[in-house]
Structure formats: C-alpha cells, structure tokens
Nanobody, 116 residues
Framework: QVQLVESGGGLVQPGGSLRLSCAVF????????MAWYRQAPGRQRERVAR???????NYADSVKGRFTISKDNAKNTVYLQMNSLNPEDTAVYYC??????????WGQGTQVVVSL
C-alpha cells in the first residue's frame, strides 16, 4: 500500500522561504513522476511542479525561478523548496505520484500561509 505524507508547511512572511517534504511509504521507483499541487480557497487545484523518474522537472509559470522540486531516492522523499513567497502562494499543498498505469496517489496536504 502506497502512502504519501507531506510536512513542512506553516506560516511565513512575504519574501520568506519554506521547504516541503513528501515521504513516500512504498517505493519511489514505482512512479513515473511525482508532483506538487496546490489549492487555494475557492480555486481549482493546480500543479506547481513535477519531476520525472529521470529527473526532468517542469514548473507552473507562477513559480518559475522561485520554487525547486527535487527528490532523494535513497530517502524515498520528494521536496519542494519555495523561495520569495508571496501571499498568492497561500494554499494547501499536496504531494502527488503517478504510476506507469496512470494511477494517482495523493497525500493529505500541508497548509502554507504567507502573511505578515
């Protein structure tokens, strides 16, 4: 049984940084790609960053140059380093994993609030 557990969210001031972690219980090699999504109140869930098994990354335009997705295969963990945060980044952030058969797994989410 695969389980994704996010951590690292919290309250941060504008301009600050946070690093989110997604621990994968099950093998990280089971997935073709892993990603971070976010959902702000009243808005649809959007993909923020994605990383493939081979390490190829892509980002939403709104976070390019500020966010970095990475993974540590030995630790079965995916990270999202978020810098230069602004209030528009406030959302619940979700870890996502997709298998070769396009089965999706989701974490429970971690709240990020950017505010003075």
């Amino acid at each position: 049984q695969v389980q994704l557990v996010e951590s690292g969210g919290g309250l941060v001031q504008p301009g600050g940084s946070l690093r989110l972690s997604c621990a994968v219980f099950g093998s990280i090699f089971s997935f073709n790609a892993m990603a971070w999504y976010r959902q702000a109140p009243g808005r649809q869930r959007e993909r923020v960053a994605r990383i493939t098994t081979g390490g190829t990354t892509n980002y939403a335009d709104s976070v390019k140059g500020r966010f970095t997705i990475s993974k540590d295969n030995a630790k079965n963990t995916v990270y999202l380093q978020m810098n230069s945060l602004n209030p528009e980044d406030t959302a619940v952030y979700y870890c996502n994993a997709v298998t070769a058969r396009l089965t999706n797994y989701w974490g429970q989410g971690t709240q990020v609030v950017v505010s003075l």
